[in-house]
């Protein structure tokens, strides 16, 4: 057993105002106060769910631990749009997170669990009512001449019982009993059981609607995340392509400068060994846009293969043009987060859950009312001296069970606690993710923005040296390595906003920017 005294208290929040009860024992009341506990029916046991308040910064920049130039500028007046992907222009894309939405079995399989806590919840909801049954039956049998009725038949009739010629045989006759009429009971909910099961599966239900939302996120993220790297890994090889030929031809040039005897075949060797080197990086491109365009594939449902056509390479480079971020207010961005609004409803049902238990230790009552009839003869079954009936309460007292219910109060004021501090810690990380994400996606952006200045320079350097080429300064071979360095600055360029988008799909789903809140409510 816990000490008396025992309870978790969290710090920084106010998680500690969550009702964390320490073990104590529950005795049923006494008889005598048995009268007044009904007149209190309307009270529920356990206690109240009080809706957390988690702390929060007061704007984006005061829970920071990056350096002071990686802070982004904030704009609380808008948020971020539900189909943040559309920042990309891509209509492809877009096409995809639709076909995602519709056929995802993940998605699927989170709509159903959610449907799943929805009957669930209505099955609960129905002990508030009566139940009930239409009986009815029409039973052949034969009792025992040596019975309880021939034993009554011989008590009740004394000696003239002997006098009876066979009465066990006439008492143990065939005879046919026709029965039927309508059986009503109903659980008073003196301490609240039904009231706070009903309660526990409302909370069960929100954190299913939630794990849906999250699941849509994750799926939009996750297509997003690998159509971009599709997409890089594409314009990658198209770059790398280049590259090989202008390594080729280089060679030859090289090769041509060697049988001239300008240069010696250790040049050649080194050329060889560089185009060697740069076409070995090429098949691992083509397996790498193989895996992105299986795994969309999987996301959507579909076989490998199936999206082929629609993730061919573009003949038009489409190019992502990074947005500045505007997230809105910081407390409403962490608390929109599914995963938070799913740790919040764990905590309430499991606070729901500790009156469930709180009110088995006390005495059930229910009332219960029979009507029908019941006659051995077919003919005089509708009569109305065939009718029997019955009503009244029944009261189930726990006595002892040798500590068994007092234990599952325990178990669940220890699963409340428990729920408690997942709820904390889910927010801390919430927090700490949207940390990381802002940081990377500013640094990012500030890193992309020295590719696009670097292939811009190796750009002008390789027009420069083509005019040199014309003007008779310079020979080919300096056009060429002029050529690859900016072909080396543009494959730097477009792996920078690559990584770039995959920031901003990482900033979308840290804050917690669902698509399908307005799926889910239809869902309800």
């Known amino acids: 057993a816990l000490p008396q005294s025992s309870f978790v208290k969290v710090r920084g929040s106010t998680v500690s105002d969550f009702h964390f009860l320490p073990?104590?024992?529950?005795?049923?009341?006494?008889?005598?106060?048995?009268?007044l506990v009904i007149a209190l029916a309307a009270c529920a046991a356990g206690p109240d769910f009080v809706k957390p308040t988690p702390a929060s910064p007061e704007d984006w920049t005061s829970w920071r631990s990056g350096d002071e130039s990686l802070r982004t500028r904030v704009d609380t007046g808008e948020t971020l749009p539900a189909r943040w992907w559309q920042a990309f222009g891509d209509s492809v894309l877009d096409r995809l997170l639709q076909r995602a939405f519709d056929a995802s079995p993940d998605l699927q399989t989170a709509a159903l669990r959610f449907a799943q806590a929805r009957a669930q919840r209505a099955g609960v909801a129905a002990q508030r009512a009566p139940q009930i049954d239409l009986t009815g039956g029409a039973t052949r049998q034969r009792q025992s001449e040596w019975g309880a009725a021939t034993r009554v038949f011989n008590a009740l009739g004394g000696a003239s019982a002997a006098s009876t010629p066979n009465a066990a045989q006439l008492l143990s006759e065939p005879f046919t009993l026709y029965q039927a009429g309508f059986d009503a009971s109903w659980e008073l909910d003196l301490w609240g059981r039904v009231r706070r099961s009903v309660e526990a599966a409302d909370a069960d239900a929100a954190q299913h609607a939630a794990l849906?939302?999250?699941?849509?996120?994750?799926l939009a993220s996750d297509v997003v995340r690998n159509y971009l790297e599709l997409r890089t890994t594409q314009r990658l090889i198209q770059v790398m392509r280049e590259e090989v030929?202008?390594?080729?031809e280089r060679l030859e040039l090289t090769r041509a400068r060697v049988r001239g005897g300008v240069l010696d075949h250790l040049d050649l060797e080194r050329r060889r060994a560089e185009?060697?080197?740069?076409?070995?990086?090429?098949?691992?491109?083509?397996?790498?846009?193989?895996v992105n365009a299986n795994q969309i594939a999987l996301l959507l449902g579909e076989r490998?293969?199936?999206?082929?056509d629609e993730l061919a390479p573009q003949a038009v480079e489409v190019e992502f043009?990074?947005?500045?971020?505007?997230l809105g207010?910081?407390?409403?961005?962490?608390?929109?987060?599914?995963?938070?609004?799913a740790a919040e409803a764990r905590l309430h049902s499991a606070t729901a859950r500790i009156g469930v238990a709180q009110a088995d230790l006390y005495p059930s009552i229910r009332l219960g009312a029979r009507f029908g009839y019941e006659s051995y003869l077919s003919g005089e079954f509708s009569d109305w001296g065939s009718r029997a009936w019955s009503v009244g309460p029944s009261l189930a007292l726990p006595l002892f069970d040798h500590g068994r219910r007092k234990s599952v109060v325990q178990l669940r004021e220890l699963q409340q606690q428990e729920a408690a501090i997942n709820y904390q810690q889910t927010v801390l990380k919430a927090w700490q993710e949207i940390d990381d994400a802002l940081s990377a996606y500013s640094a990012e952006r500030q890193q992309l923005r020295e590719l696009e200045e670097r292939e811009r320079s190796a750009q002008d350097i390789w027009q420069l040296a083509l005019a040199r080429y014309d003007g008779g300064v310079t020979d080919f071979i300096a056009v060429l390595d002029a050529q690859r360095g900016y072909l080396q600055a543009r494959r730097e360029r477009i792996n920078g906003e690559g990584r770039l988008g995959s920031r901003y799909v990482t900033i979308n789903k840290v804050v917690g920017n669902t698509p399908l809140g307005a799926d889910t409510a239809r869902l309800r």
């Open 304 to 308: 490998p293969g199936a999206l082929r």
């Open 212 to 218: 849906f939302e999250l699941a849509g996120l994750s």
């Open 275 to 290: 185009l060697a080197a740069m076409k070995a990086q090429l098949p691992g491109l083509l397996a790498q846009e193989g």
């Open 329 to 341: 207010l910081p407390s409403e961005a962490a608390l929109r987060r599914p995963d938070i609004r």
């Open 321 to 326: 043009m990074p947005p500045d971020l505007a």
């Open 23 to 35: 073990y104590r024992p529950h005795r049923p009341p006494p008889p005598a106060s048995f009268l």
């Open 245 to 248: 030929a202008a390594l080729e």
